[in-house]
């Protein structure tokens, strides 16, 4: 009896040992980054650990960043038990993140007693610009390639459409023969053309130039008899002349 209740007299004094041998301390993180809209190449960011109160101990720090769907696209571990007397600095990041929002949570674990966790955790919100030219050029490039398979499509159907479609006949030359008129067929017919004009023409052309532009052609046939006519005559002239001279 007396053996136990010296155990348990024991056990308390070394758990108060214990518990003494862990300080009390305040230990705060802060996220360090020029501002909160970056370009995608420009945003870098580190996390530091300050000691506020409290003696030195040893620190754990952890990090990531979420996307604006609450996905974790980056995570860090900058410190495991590291010892720690006043402050501490990560290494400087570069994600290269895509366009979009996103948000930073650090935090910091010590093996003293923390008598404040609020400022163990820091969280900030940052934004990388370039969303709306990259939709842009997305949609720039999804045009395109719609535009290229409609022309390509359309080409397929007229080469389609070309190749279906029989070429028409070619249409057989004729040739005609016109008969050219004879003489007096062709003066009849160019007196009639020259009766056509003149019924063609304006009603306000006066008489006299009208009788002007007439001529009177002649026929081949009634030149001939003419011209055997003034033959006989001349010969019957003639025969008369030998005949009184014979006398």
């Known amino acids: 009896m007396k053996a136990a209740i010296l155990l348990v007299i024991l056990a308390v004094l070394l758990s108060n040992k214990s518990f003494s041998q862990q300080p009390d301390c305040d230990y705060k ?13 420009s945003f870098k960011w580190r ?9 030195p101990t040893n620190i754990t720090g952890t990090a990531k960043i979420e996307s604006s769907d609450g996905k974790t696209v980056k995570s860090y571990k900058p410190w495991t038990s590291d010892p720690i ?12 993140l895509s366009p979009g929002k996103y948000k930073i949570t650090a935090e910091v ?3 003293c007693i923390d008598t404040n966790k609020d400022n163990s955790i820091d969280i900030k919100f ?7 030219k990259e ?33 028409p006949p070619k249409a057989k030359k004729t040739a005609t023969k016109v008969a050219k008129p004879s003489g007096e067929e062709a003066e009849n017919v160019v007196e009639l053309r020259k009766e056509n004009n003149k019924k063609n023409q304006r009603p306000q052309q006066t008489t006299a130039n009208a009788s002007k532009s007439q001529v009177v052609y002649k026929s081949s046939s009634e030149k001939a008899k003419g011209m055997i006519m003034i033959f006989l005559l001349s010969i019957s002239i003639l025969l008369n002349i030998i005949l009184i001279w014979k006398r």
């Open 29 to 41: 993180v802060e996220i360090i980054s020029d501002g909160d809209e970056f370009e995608k190449e």
């Open 47 to 55: 996390m530091k650990a300050i000691k506020l109160e409290g003696k």
């Open 85 to 96: 007397s006043r402050q501490k600095t990560s290494n400087e990041y570069s994600p290269n």
């Open 109 to 111: 674990n010590v093996d």
């Open 126 to 132: 940052i934004r990388i610009l370039g969303e709306i």
């Open 135 to 167: 939709k842009a050029a997305e949609k720039k490039k999804s045009q395109n390639s719609e535009s290229i398979a409609a022309n390509t499509e359309n080409t397929q159907m007229g080469n389609k459409v070309s190749n279906d479609v029989e070429e």
